[in-house]
RNA sequence: CGGGAUGUGGCGCAGCCCGGUAGCGCACUUGCUUGGGGUGCAAGAGGUCGUGGGUUCAAAUCCCGCCAUCCCGACCA
């Protein structure tokens, strides 16, 4: 092996750093903060989108765009949601741009100054919930269930690819309801819609949970969430689901005149998940040799690879690797055929490792003649040569198996990275020597989450919801609490 | 935005202390060779030394500003 990562074990960030340029995923602009998705990291995200897609569509919403531009004023009008994005919105102010008096390049037009300055959305609420004033005047025009596909802006002070970077993708779910009980009932179901994903596509299992009011979303009622974590034991926040009351609409002026002919501020939400997720898929399974993606994800699932010397037994080869694919093809798996000659077979095998393929599928000359092929797992670096004969079951079969120990493989991780602690002397000795996630009592107050941050710097990453009630002192002050909550360093 | 480190061909680095016109490995191109776990040999091509100033006869090297990256802190998805 020529190319070798930093292991993980040695330095967790510059493994994951060294991971995302040789799989090609992504690489850095010349704008700080930001990223260009390569096309094997775009292709990862573009699984995600189909898949979330449909899954959003199947739970009756229908997509739709709104501008990347925002007027100022439009930020300001939720009180709460202004203090929390202010301190990092990127501004508009000209439209127009000049030859410097001295021809060395351009300058702003000083006479092109906007009259109102405006905001690239961090977050697209504001925007909407005014579109939304003219879209909503009975009961008869709610609920409206929209999602769009977007770019954000925050301008971040510390930044890490994929993970937060100062423009990102993402998907942001904006409804309007004509009851209280029916947004939350829609905040939940994303909350599951995202959970599902997050276990059935990703691998990742997660816990949902509920935000404590110091991390709740600005300008939300609830912020509800799925939390994961990572192989360093740090935890991060995968995807988070709003119920936003009537903050926005009465701050929009959103009304709706019931069937009893009066009117009423609508109920909203909203929800998303980011390009941050690649990075969660990447922390969560990888090695030291490289990616690990789950099957259901992969942008290839399988990799077929001619071996051969002469002329003659690369025709008859990749003929054989086409046949396969054909197959391959009729039940819709993902491959690709490298048939590549300037490579030798053993490059190619570590490339594709690095890549994270699922399976990888080799085919010489004596497997031509006999029937076979040899057939290797990316995730245990398995391999195993087996006849031709019933090949697509045997394939499926497997796909479904790394997907499920992957999956596997994470839960026993997570669950041997949480801890239960109910003294604040191991709370920091757990913290210190081992991370992870660590279940413990907290008497409900901000003051004494902050406290616990200032000297641990470990977050309440979530209340959980299938968290049983238990009697109990918190870590902290010893205070009665009826709950335990999650705990952990977070990214 | 504060503290520290770094920036030399696509990638990884040496050269900088002690100023004299840029080198190594990988990758790339061509040819042969090899091909079931990153083949071997030979010949080539590629660099505004992050960027803008300054000092000097002369700057990758010394000084100052700026930009970016990495780590730590404050802030945050």
């Known amino acids: ?32 903060g930001c990223m260009v998705i390569k096309p094997y990291g775009y292709a990862i995200w573009e699984q995600m989108q189909s898949t979330l897609d449909k899954m959003f569509k199947e739970t009756g919403h229908v997509n739709a765009y709104f501008p990347l531009f925002i007027p ?12 929390g994005f202010a301190k990092e919105c990127a501004v508009v102010t000209h439209y127009r741009l000049k030859n410097s ?20 959305r961090p977050t697209s609420e504001t925007i909407i919930w005014s579109t939304y004033k003219n879209w909503v005047q009975s009961y008869r025009d709610l609920p409206l269930l929209i999602n769009q596909w977007a770019n954000v802006v925050r301008w971040e002070m510390r930044t890490r690819i994929f993970l937060r970077t100062a423009e990102f993708l993402w998907q942001e ?3 309007a309801h004509a009851t ?146 054909q197959e391959l093809k009729k039940v819709n798996i993902r491959y690709k055929i490298d048939a590549r000659k300037e490579h030798t077979p053993g490059w190619k095998y570590a490339e ?18 006999n029937n076979t092929i040899e057939i290797a797992r990316r995730d245990t670096k398995t391999k195993q040569v087996i006849s031709t004969d019933n090949l697509i079951h045997i394939i499926q079969n497997l796909l479904q198996d790394v997907q499920d120990s992957i999956y596997q493989k994470a839960l026993h ?23 992870g996630f660590i279940e413990a009592h907290w008497d409900g107050t901000t003051e004494t989450e902050l406290k616990i941050k200032e000297l641990t710097k470990a977050t309440i990453r979530c209340i959980p919801l299938d968290s049983p009630q238990e009697e109990g002192r918190c870590v902290y002050s010893g205070k009665k609490s009826t709950q335990r909550v999650l705990f952990a360093l977070n990214y």
């Open 72 to 83: 100022k004023s439009f930020l300001s009008k939720e009180a709460q949601h202004v203090e």
């Open 180 to 325: 209280q009980e029916e947004a939350i009932q829609e905040t939940l179901k994303m909350l599951d819609v995202y959970f599902t994903f997050a276990e059935q596509y990703m691998a990742l299992p997660v816990i949902k949970g509920v935000k404590t009011q110091n991390e709740r979303f600005a300008g939300a009622v609830e912020t509800y969430c799925i939390e994961a974590i990572m192989q360093d034991g740090k935890a991060l926040q995968a995807g988070t689901s709003h119920f936003l009351g009537q903050n926005f609409p009465k701050a929009f002026d959103v009304k709706f005149l019931t069937k009893e002919n009066k009117w009423e501020y609508a109920w909203a939400t909203s929800w998303g998940v980011s390009t941050r997720l690649v990075g969660a898929l990447i922390m969560a399974h990888s090695d030291d040799e490289g990616l690990i993606l789950p099957p259901q994800l992969a942008p290839y699932q399988v990799v077929i690879i001619p071996i051969h010397k002469s002329e003659q037994e690369y025709q008859k080869v990749t003929q054989q690797c086409e046949a396969i694919a």
């Open 352 to 369: 594709y490792e690095l890549k994270g393929v699922p399976l990888r599928i080799a085919i010489g000359p004596r497997d031509v003649e």
């Open 101 to 120: 008096p001295d021809n060395k390049g351009v300058v702003i037009d000083p006479e092109a100054k906007l009259e109102e300055e405006l905001i690239i």
């Open 413 to 435: 991780f997570r669950n041997s990275m949480t801890t239960r602690v109910d003294n604040f002397k191991d709370f920091e000795s757990v913290l210190n020597d081992k991370g």
């Open 173 to 175: 779910g904006h409804t």
């Open 1 to 32: 092996m020529a190319k070798k990562l930093t292991p993980r074990s040695q330095d967790f960030s510059q493994w994951y750093n060294q991971l995302i340029q040789e799989a090609d995923l992504a690489e850095h602009s010349p704008v700080k």
